[in-house]
């Protein structure tokens, strides 16, 4: 079932690919960011807002070094070991050392030529190469869940 559960997520996610790039939106072609994507991904699955999320900034968690991101995944998603990520699997990066984890993306290819999902700022939505830049910055990783708590 994890894996019907991943090819879902990855075929949803590549029509969000092209999707503006927009701080706080959640809309498939009008605008996403990481989390909106994630967002977005789960109420196609499963017809539902995972959870009200408050108005955020662009530096959210910094200031006091709270993973937010990560307890939000951790309370809806089926936390892995990172180097277990499969296809459709929630992909948890940290962009700078010392930072809070605050980026996300949908495992999209294995193997060779491994690729991943996301909303990326000052971009839109694209599938990039998982390349080593990319994955050494992976903290953590989650499925989505087959069935809702």
């Avoid at 959210?60 to 990520?85: C, I, M, Q, T, Y």
């Avoid at 984890?101 to 839109?124: C, D, M, Q, T, V």
Wanted: aromatic letters at 10%; a neutral charge; charged letters at 25%.
């Amino acid at each position: 079932m994890a894996e019907f559960i991943g090819q879902r997520v990855v075929k949803e996610a590549r029509d969000w690919i092209g999707t503006p790039y927009l701080h706080q939106a959640s809309r498939k072609q009008a605008g996403t960011d990481c989390l909106g994507l994630i967002r977005g991904i789960w109420r196609a699955l499963y017809q539902s807002e995972p959870e009200v999320v408050p108005a955020y900034t662009p530096d959210w968690s910094e200031a006091f070094g709270e993973e937010e991101l990560w307890r939000g995944a951790r309370r809806h998603l089926v936390e892995k070991p990172k180097n277990d990520a499969a296809i459709g699997d929630v992909l948890l990066f940290r962009m700078s050392n010392g930072a809070v984890a605050k980026h996300l993306g949908i495992r999209s290819e294995l193997g060779s030529a491994p690729s991943f999902i996301h909303a990326y700022s000052n971009h839109h939505v694209v599938e990039s190469p998982l390349s080593k830049p990319w994955a050494r910055r992976i903290v953590a990783c989650f499925q989505f869940p087959e069935e809702i708590k």
